[in-house]
């Protein structure tokens, strides 16, 4: 299963929208509604910031959304704050009931 | 409240295996697969494979079939990766995580480990 291709970096300055795209394939976004994304800062283990394609888990901002498109996943940062300086990773279930994550969008906000 | 603590950073010799634990507590263990993720420095994330504790089935990723075996222990709520054939390139932090939704919906990662790292070094 290969990797999902995310951009390896996006910036913006605070109080801008920001969006990371997520693209994968027929075998996994495209034929499920099961994509996540994480937030990671460094040294840190990831946090679960959407599930099942636009769900926030209780306690994330209501500032994160995503959305998914034929094959493409994307996440939305609106209100760019400097603490969502982080890298972000989508992931999503696949055809053979294993993950898949994305390679890793480092976000800068400048 | 709902906690995954793992086992401390662990050395394995090039060729040996290694085995990973990660205890959970504050919810009903058998309820949640269970996922085992790993990152090499500066890399990005690696999905290692997922386990139903309560059954003690798994799926591995091809890249791993024949190297990794993950257990559950459902006395102590607890799961295990053994990793065998160790590599210089296994050198990584090894997180394990819960499913975000009961019995096996595979949706999200949204309980995680603190992570423990690996290196591997003669």
């Known amino acids: 299963q290969s990797a999902l291709t995310q951009p390896a970096s996006v910036s913006g300055s605070p109080g801008q929208s920001i969006t990371i795209s997520c693209t994968g394939s027929?075998?996994?976004?495209?034929?499920?509604?099961?994509v996540s994304w994480y937030q990671q800062y460094p040294g840190k283990a990831p946090k679960l910031m959407i599930y099942?394609?636009?769900n926030r888990p209780s306690g994330v901002s209501n500032r994160f959304s995503g959305s998914k498109s034929d094959n493409t996943a994307s996440l939305t940062i609106s209100g760019l704050q400097a603490e969502d300086e982080a890298d972000y990773y989508c992931g999503s279930f696949t055809t053979t009931s294993t993950q898949v994550f994305g390679g890793g969008t480092k976000l800068t906000v400048l | 409240q709902v906690q995954l603590v793992q086992s401390g950073a662990d050395v394995g010799k090039p060729g040996a295996s290694v085995k990973v634990s990660c205890k959970s507590s504050g919810y009903i263990f058998t309820d949640y697969y269970m996922h085992w993720v790993r990152q090499a420095p500066g890399q990005g994330l690696e999905w290692m494979g997922w386990i139903n504790p309560n059954s003690g089935i798994t799926k591995y990723p091809q890249m791993f079939q024949g190297r990794v075996t993950m257990t559950s222990d459902t006395s102590i709520s607890t799961i295990y990766l053994e990793l065998s054939s160790l590599r210089s390139d296994d050198t990584a932090v090894y997180y394990c995580a819960r499913d975000h939704s009961r019995f096996g919906e595979l949706n999200g990662m949204g309980v995680w480990g603190q992570g423990t790292t690996v290196t591997v070094s003669s």
């Open positions: 027929s075998s996994d976004i495209g034929r499920y509604n099961y």
């Open positions: 099942d394609v636009s």
